[in-house]
């Protein structure tokens, strides 16, 4: 069974850094595509970013693109999120989820995490 847990989330100040991590069991890792989605209260769940298994193709919303960096390491079952320049936008529940192919959509995700809170204060 395919397990995913999140951690790192937190409060943090406009303009700040918070680094996620999503470590992965159950399933070969470096097979599968990993992705960051993000869902704020009262707003549907969206995509932020993900990552081939060997790290060759990475995706970003445009929301996050030149602030947020996605990386994984296969010898950890790990994949991480740098998040920089942090808005009180970016506040949300934070989730990893793990699918065969680098989209942007939901559906494209077998298995989720249980999310991590990131609150960023003005």
């Known amino acids: 069974q395919v397990q995913l847990v999140e951690s790192g989330g937190g409060l943090v100040q406009a303009g700040g850094s918070l680094r996620l991590a999503c470590a992965a069991s159950?399933?070969?890792?470096?097979?599968?595509?990993m992705g960051w989605f993000r869902q704020a209260p009262g707003e549907e769940r969206e995509f932020v970013s993900a990552?081939?298994?060997?790290?060759?193709?990475?995706l970003y919303a445009d929301s996050v693109k030149g602030r947020f960096t996605i990386s994984r390491d296969n010898a950890k079952n790990t994949v991480y999120l740098q998040m920089n320049s942090l808005k009180p936008e970016d506040t949300a529940v934070y989730y990893c989820?793990?699918?065969?192919?680098?989209?942007?959509?939901?559906?494209?995700?077998?298995?989720w995490g249980q999310g991590t809170q990131v609150t960023v204060s003005s």
């Open positions: 989820a793990t699918g065969n192919t680098v989209v942007p959509t939901k559906k494209g995700y077998a298995y």
């Open positions: 159950g399933r070969t890792f470096s097979e599968y595509t």
């Open positions: 990552i081939s298994g060997n790290s060759r193709v990475t």
